[in-house]
């Protein structure tokens, strides 16, 4: 069993900055790939980027490549999502998960333990 807490949301102009960090509970956390997904009011929820266990593979969602950046930390059992360049499009509640099975993926069925989400909101 997985817990994963995320932090780092908040209100933030458009073209600025914010870093999501996502905590993650268990001795085992190098075994999990790691992602970020989002979700907007009325929307499916949607991938953003994932990472695999060591750290040498990324992935990210068209819409936020160049602009997002997926990093982890195996020491400190966290993964992060640096997000530069916001758009209000962006808007979302952002979601960290965690998939046992060590193959990177982007849907949201792959995904064994889910975080509770934190809010971003861009303002233009």
């Known amino acids: 069993q997985v817990q994963l807490v995320e932090s780092g949301g908040g209100l933030v102009q458009a073209g600025g900055s914010l870093r999501l960090s996502c905590a993650a509970s268990?001795?085992?956390?190098?075994?999990?790939?790691m992602g970020w997904f989002r979700q907007a009011p009325g929307k499916e929820r949607e991938f953003v980027a994932a990472i695999n266990g060591i750290g040498g593979s990324t992935y990210y969602a068209g819409s936020v490549k160049g602009r997002f950046t997926i990093s982890r930390d195996n020491a400190k059992n966290t993964v992060y999502l640096q997000m530069n360049s916001l758009k209000p499009e962006d808007t979302a509640v952002y979601y960290c998960?965690?998939?046992?099975?060590?193959?990177?993926?982007?849907?949201?069925?792959?995904?064994?333990?889910w975080g509770q989400g934190t809010q971003v909101t861009v303002s233009s």
């Open positions: 268990g001795r085992t956390f190098t075994s999990y790939v």
């Open positions: 998960a965690a998939d046992r099975s060590a193959r990177v993926s982007h849907y949201v069925r792959e995904y064994d333990y």
